[in-house]
């Protein structure tokens, strides 16, 4: 069992940049793969980025992919989001997840066991 709780998101201009965190407690966090997802009104919860457990294995949404970067500080039982160049489709409500001993970074969202309440992100045109 792992709690988790994500920070970091607000409103933004486009073009900006946030930082997201999401910090776990409750369990080892290197046993765990890490994942962020989104869910925007009306549509179904899509990935946005993973890592594995020791960090060696990434992946990213096309939609995404050389402006977004995941990272993960297993000492201090954080991963991180850094979103840059934001646009206004990425307006969503932001969720981290855990998958507890995952060694490849999924992208499926059935893979992770935990998943913590979200965190909103607005981006204005």
């Known amino acids: 069992q792992v709690q988790l709780v994500e920070s970091g998101g607000g409103l933004v201009q486009a073009g900006g940049s946030l930082r997201l965190s999401c910090a776990a407690s409750?369990?080892?966090?290197?046993?765990?793969?890490m994942g962020w997802f989104r869910q925007a009104p009306g549509k179904e919860r899509e990935f946005v980025a993973a890592i594995s457990r020791g960090g060696g294995t990434i992946n990213y949404a096309d939609a995404v992919k050389g402006r977004f970067t995941i990272s993960r500080d297993n000492a201090k039982n954080t991963v991180y989001l850094q979103m840059n160049s934001l646009k206004p489709e990425d307006t969503a409500v932001y969720y981290c997840?855990?998958?507890?001993?995952?060694?490849?970074?999924?992208?499926?969202?059935?893979?992770?066991?935990?998943w913590g309440q979200g965190t909103q992100v607005t981006v204005s045109s």
């Open positions: 409750g369990r080892t966090f290197s046993n765990y793969g």
């Open positions: 997840a855990a998958d507890y001993l995952g060694y490849s970074a999924t992208r499926s969202t059935s893979a992770y066991d935990y």
